[in-house]
C-alpha cells in the first residue's frame, strides 16, 4: 500500500522560509514531486525530482525553492526561501512508480497548508 506523508506547512511572513517533507512508503517511486492548488485557481506544477537528481521547477518558484530527496528514504523535500503571499496554497506530494509497458501509477498525498502573510 502507498503512502505519501507530508509535513512543514504553516505560517510564515513574507520572505520567510519553510521546508517541506514527504515520506513515501509501500514502492519505489521514479519521478517525486511538489504541486501547489491556490484558492480559484488551477493546481499547478512547483518542481519536479528524478532518481538520478534531476529537477524542473515552475518559473514562479525557480530561484526561491529547491526540491531534493532522498532515495533510501523514499523522501522528498522542498525547501522554500523568499515566501511570498501568492505562494500561498495547498502544497501537494506527488509520486509516480513505474510500470512495464502501461503509463506509472500515480500517487498524491494528503497536502500541507503554506500560508504567506504578515
Known amino acids: 500500500q502507498v503512502q505519501l506523508v507530508e509535513s512543514g506547512g504553516g505560517l510564515v511572513q513574507p520572505g520567510g522560509s519553510l521546508r517541506l517533507s514527504c515520506a513515501a512508503s509501500g514502492s519505489t517511486f521514479s519521478i517525486m514531486g511538489w504541486f501547489r492548488h491556490a484558492p480559484g485557481q488551477e493546481r499547478e506544477l512547483v518542481a519536479v525530482?528524478?532518481?538520478?537528481?534531476?529537477?524542473n521547477y515552475a518559473d514562479s518558484v525557480n530561484s526561491r525553492f529547491t526540491i531534493s530527496r532522498d532515495n533510501a528514504k523514499n523522501t522528498v523535500y522542498l525547501q522554500m526561501n523568499s515566501l511570498k503571499p501568492e505562494d500561498t496554497a495547498v502544497y501537494f506530494c506527488?509520486?509516480?512508480?513505474?510500470?512495464?509497458?502501461?503509463?506509472?501509477?500515480?500517487?498524491w498525498g494528503q497536502g500541507t497548508q503554506v500560508t504567506v502573510s504578515s
Open positions: 506527488n509520486a509516480h512508480v513505474l510500470q512495464v509497458g502501461v503509463p506509472p501509477l500515480e500517487y
Open positions: 525530482i528524478g532518481r538520478s537528481g534531476m529537477t
